[in-house]
């Protein structure tokens, strides 16, 4: 496939398939759908479970609308990301490994996006252990073990049998997590009073501000827009490929990328959203609810032990598939930025070490995880304006460039997510 073009096995390949039947063509399109929703496991991880549930319990409705904006900005970018791997045939982070040509400045690069990678990997690591330990009393360190040895038999499954079997594994492990963390919205449905205002922006002082940024740095991951990138690359790109796939040609799979990406965002909205409600609707003002443990043993009082249990399975196969998507974006980031590629199981084990002393070390799950989100956000800027910058290049994307609007937009998003931080970074420092 050129680089910018469509060969003419593609030119005939969309011919045939306007001209098979409408079954066919259904499930041709179909086929093309799933790095997005992979990549959509990276929105709904237990950082974002922390977060939302959290916002809920202490604000009620007051940050919806964070929730709501954080997944429409969220469609851009993903789209942006997976546009990048579809059209170049490379990840965000092999683009800039190119680019970048002093050595020490792309370590640099490198250095803060790993820390970004390991920051993502104490949220999901965390949130396997706790779910474990609500499940089946597991103390939370070999909970985390625990977790980390599945998202390391996850990735073999990648590596072995390819992008396509792993996109089915995650995508299985989604539809538990939707519905493990919306049953309960029905079992309680909000008062849609509150939601219709929670959805005018505001805050009530300094901790909605640090939860906003953290709803926000759980939303739109640094870690997912890498990953978005490789999982598009490796579908459509890479050698490994299915050749229908490739031959698909360049504007349709950018179609049915905008479908993936649509159904995906819908999907992780709604279920961060319904966390979110579930929490304002039941526990706002309960003691103890904003932590984890405490809503499921709230959650469990109140609603009974079907909706806590749901909770709990939703919040651990949530750990168990974003451990995985997370593992590798990171190690795309290490692949491209430094050109090195690290054995699996000797990476993982490193980027282990910090949420399993965390765990040992008998620090609050939830607050770790609320502050591994707030780190997130702050590498938000890095991956974004690179992904902007270079998605609305000729010279990268020739004539799939961003069109002006977009490229408009995607500013407008990064000047909003710069300027949270700044003001986040600002009443940290003077207590405000």
């Known amino acids: 496939m050129p680089k910018y073009g469509l060969s003419d096995g593609a030119v005939e390949a969309d011919n045939a398939d306007l001209a098979a039947p409408p079954p066919r063509r259904a499930r041709r399109a179909a086929w093309l759908l799933g790095p997005a929703l992979v990549a959509g496991v990276a929105y709904l991880d237990p950082g974002n479970v922390a977060s939302n ?8 409705y007051l940050l919806v609308w964070v929730v709501v904006l954080g997944n429409s900005m969220a469609w851009l970018i993903q789209y942006l990301s997976a546009k990048l791997g579809i059209v ?12 970048i040509r002093r050595p020490w400045v792309r ?14 990997d104490i949220a999901e690591v965390i949130g396997g252990a706790v779910a474990l330990w609500l499940l089946f009393g597991v103390p939370l360190p070999i909970g985390g073990l625990i977790t980390g040895a599945v998202s390391i038999a996850l990735l073999l499954v990648q590596q072995r049998r390819g992008a396509r079997t792993f996109e089915f594994v995650v995508i299985g492990l989604l539809a538990v997590i939707a519905l493990g963390f919306t049953y309960g919205v029905f079992v309680a449905p909000p008062d849609p009073a509150g939601v219709a205002l929670g959805l005018v922006p505001r805050f009530e002082g300094s901790e909605s501000v640090l939860l906003a940024a953290s709803i926000l740095g759980a939303t739109i991951m640094p870690h997912a827009i890498y990953a978005h990138s490789a999982l598009a690359r490796d579908r459509f ?4 490929a299915r050749p229908a796939d490739r031959a698909a040609g360049i504007p349709r799979l950018l179609r049915a990328t905008r479908w993936d990406v649509s159904i995906a965002l819908v999907i992780a909205g709604t279920v961060n959203l319904c966390i979110l409600l579930l929490a304002a609707a039941n526990l706002a003002g309960v003691p103890g609810t904003d932590s984890l443990e405490g809503a499921y043993r709230a959650l469990q009082t109140g609603l009974g032990a079907v909706v806590a249990t749901l909770f709990a399975v939703g919040l651990l196969a949530s750990g168990l598939a974003s ?9 795309e980031i290490m692949h491209g930025l430094l050109r090195i590629r690290v ?14 002393v965390i765990l040992a070390l008998g620090a609050d799950p939830t607050q770790a995880l609320i502050l591994s989100q707030v780190v997130l956000s702050f590498g938000i800027p890095f991956a974004l304006i690179p992904l902007i910058a270079l998605t609305a290049r000729r010279d990268v994307l020739g004539a799939h460039r961003n069109c002006w609007w977009t490229t408009a937009a ?3 998003a990064a000047v909003f997510l710069v300027a949270l931080n700044a003001v986040l970074l600002w009443l940290v420092l003077t207590g405000g």
Do not use: C
């Open 323 to 331: 451990t995985a998507v997370g593992a590798y974006a990171g190690a």
């Open 53 to 60: 549930m959290t916002a809920g319990a202490r604000f009620g």
């Open 237 to 240: 790109a890479a050698p490994g």
């Open 410 to 412: 995607g500013v407008v």
């Open 343 to 356: 054995p699996l199981l000797a990476r993982r084990l490193v980027t282990l070490v910090p949420a399993i």
């Open 88 to 99: 170049t045939g490379q990840s965000l982070a092999e683009t800039l490994g190119e680019r």
């Open 107 to 120: 370590r640099g690069y490198w250095l803060q996006a790993e820390l970004v990678a390991m920051a993502t």
